[in-house]
């Protein structure tokens, strides 16, 4: 089955810094890779997705995350940290085999951005 | 086009007793999907319905059941509540079943407290 390991439940960064939250998935097949933002006492909203294609994801809010087979990552990265980014994200993967919901997630990263 | 809407936001319960949450889609969409959000144990997937068939559930004792009206609403049951129940419930709808990379667009959730 597949699944998701985040490295690092919290990160902090100073506002304009470089973010990096790092995702790394295990998945039998080629994967579906999703970051998704939490705001405090809000739902999860879609940052980005990877299905086919090009590697390199753009999406919402200024950040990006790269594909990489090899490595079996999907880091997401922004180049200068804003206050309203602290939150919390989550990388999913799913296989999109048949009518299983198969989505995983991981454990969450906290983002914390100082002035 | 309106989100997803789920009701009620905030739900104070306690032992023994049962609950009941509802979750409008977006318009359109006949898949929703149901997780379970906790500090020690994340994102958990309880349950799927497409077009008013259950058609995947997560591992989640017989407690927590749902089902979905013609409409696409949907509505999950939690019976004999206990105290690690307590939980955010999110709910999250997208137009196909959850395949192909298909994106899910979560609502803000209803958080549940059982005293």
């Known amino acids: 089955a597949q699944s998701v390991t985040q490295l690092g439940s919290h990160v902090s960064v100073s506002e304009g810094a470089l973010v990096l939250l790092r995702c790394n998935y295990s998945s039998s097949v080629p994967p579906y890779l999703f970051w998704y933002v939490q705001y405090p006492n809000q739902g999860l ?52 085999r048949g009518n299983n919901n198969d989505m995983r997630f991981g454990a969450g990263t906290r983002l914390t951005v100082k002035p | 086009k309106a989100g997803v809407t789920q009701t009620p936001r905030y739900l104070i319960k306690t032992r023994g007793q049962q609950v009941t949450l509802s979750c409008s889609p977006i318009s359109g969409h006949r898949s929703v999907s149901w997780y379970q959000q906790t500090p020690g144990q994340g994102l ?4 799927e319905y497409f077009s008013e068939t ?48 298909e994106t899910q667009y979560f609502g803000p959730g209803t958080r549940l407290l059982v005293l």
């Open chain 1, 45 to 96: 909203q879609l940052l980005l997705k990877y299905t086919t294609g090009a590697t390199l994801v753009k999406g919402i809010n200024g950040f990006e995350a790269e594909f990489k087979k090899s490595e079996t990552s999907f880091h997401l990265t922004k180049p200068s940290a804003h206050m309203s980014d602290a939150a919390e994200y989550f990388c999913a993967v799913s296989e999109g």
């Open chain 2, 44 to 47: 958990q997937f309880l349950f």
């Open chain 2, 54 to 101: 259950q058609r995947n559930k997560g591992n989640f004792p017989g407690r927590f059941s749902g089902r979905q009206f013609s409409n696409s609403r949907s509505e999950m049951n939690v019976s004999t509540l206990e105290l690690g129940d307590s939980a955010l419930y999110l709910c999250a709808s997208s137009s196909l079943l959850n395949q192909l990379g």
